[in-house]
């Protein structure tokens, strides 16, 4: 078997999804999603298909050792999301080559339902707390995420904690003990006042709290987790087993959240799960993105033994044949070969688009640039 040709399809509401096509006519679907850059991702994809083509897709690990080290710079968003969504492809196509789910190929699934937690994001505590009565009440979620704080300045006042206390006090309220609520910090914090509002929100008992300040200081993200009681995760704007390693070793998160459409696919992924393993670290994929994206998390979920729970936005609804399902919290592990999902080339159509999407500008007080 060999590959024949690559497809990039830009779908809304900002997804890149990647066709490799095979001389078989056998076509394994990936996502290549990077929010704000896809246009860019799509290039580097165009430029990775030079060599792919004429490639035996069962060849993963060859593939992906060439795409990682084949152009002398390796890493980053771009490079990593671009090989992240031909990887998800290559196990979509050895899966239906062997009519297997990729859980199967990986050694067999461990559990029988993902339990999957949704974001949330609202302007204010009462539309937050409308959000999360729907979701409980009209999904049928168990857990979910929302903003903890609005833009914060370099270092808070008490009157600025104390906003983000009353937001998760509100939540908790009407959630309940039953439903478990992370909190997402968004890198928003300087450390000392990641250090003083983890100390507040403990009270609430926050599933886990996320990017307590921004990545790249696993330092000083040991330094928050050593003072609190609430676990810490982060991950999501981490490339490949080399940058998750010194947060692993440092057991500066309880939680590594690797994206599937950014880390380095399903085949790096595993590969940082079970380096989290060894450090009694969870695995909690994040996904804010397009269906295929989930689906290649769940064939990981299903398989990795610290997995703890997935994020999803989309359930594939506007593209997938048979959307996913939640029933009390869980999404049931997919069985059909490959990734287990089939598009629906009607949706497809109607949903494909030009790509262009911009991140969200978000101005701090003074008038400078302030975290998304
Ligand atoms: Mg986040």
């Not at 066709?19 to 999603?33: K, Y």
């Not at 246009?39 to 030079?50: A, D, P």
């Not at 290559?90 to 050694?107: E, M």
């Not at 997938?320 to 009390?328: I, Q, T």
């Amino acid at each position: 078997m060999k590959i024949s040709r690559l497809e990039t399809i830009h779908v809304r509401p900002r997804w890149l999804l990647v066709r490799v096509h095979t001389d078989t006519g056998l076509i394994g679907l990936g996502e290549s999603s990077l929010e704000g850059r896809s246009l860019t991702v799509e290039t580097m994809i165009r430029e990775m298909s030079r060599w792919l083509i004429g490639q035996d897709p069962r060849r993963i690990e060859h593939i992906w050792q060439h795409l990682h080290r084949g152009s002398f710079y390796r890493g980053g968003p771009i490079h990593c999301s671009a090989m992240s969504g031909i990887d998800m492809a290559l196990w979509d196509i050895l899966g239906k080559h062997l009519s297997a789910p990729v859980h199967q190929l990986l050694g067999g699934r461990v559990r029988d339902r993902i339990r999957v937690y949704a974001w949330t994001d609202a302007g204010t505590s009462d539309d937050y707390v409308n959000a999360v009565r729907d979701l409980r009440d009209n999904c049928g979620l168990t857990a979910f995420k929302y903003n903890a704080t609005g833009m914060m300045r370099p270092l808070s006042n008490p009157a600025a904690l104390q906003a983000a206390v009353d937001r998760l006090g509100a939540l908790r309220k009407i959630a309940g003990p039953q439903v478990d609520i992370a909190a997402d910090f968004h890198g928003r914090l300087t450390l000392p006042d990641a250090k003083r509002l983890t100390k507040l929100l403990e009270p609430h008992q926050p599933m886990f709290i996320e990017e307590p300040i921004l990545p790249g200081d696993a330092d000083g993200l040991r330094e928050i987790a050593e003072s609190t009681c609430i676990p810490i995760a982060s991950g999501e704007r981490l490339f490949t087993r080399w940058q998750f390693q010194e947060l692993i070793e440092k057991r500066a998160v309880r939680i590594v959240q690797p994206d599937l459409a950014h880390a380095g696919g399903i085949s790096e992924v595993r590969r940082i799960a079970a380096m989290a393993e060894s450090r009694d670290i969870l695995l909690a994929p994040h996904c804010p993105l397009g269906p295929v994206a989930l689906a290649a998390s769940l064939q990981i979920d299903a398989t990795c033994p610290n997995f703890f729970i997935q994020e999803h936005v989309t359930l594939g609804e506007t593209l997938l044949k048979e959307p996913f399902g939640v029933e009390a919290g869980y999404i049931k592990v997919p069985d059909g070969p490959g990734l287990g999902i089939e598009m629906d080339e009607s949706k497809l159509t109607n949903e494909q688009f030009d790509g262009i999407w911009d991140n969200p500008r978000f101005t701090a007080e003074d008038g400078g640039f302030a975290e998304w």
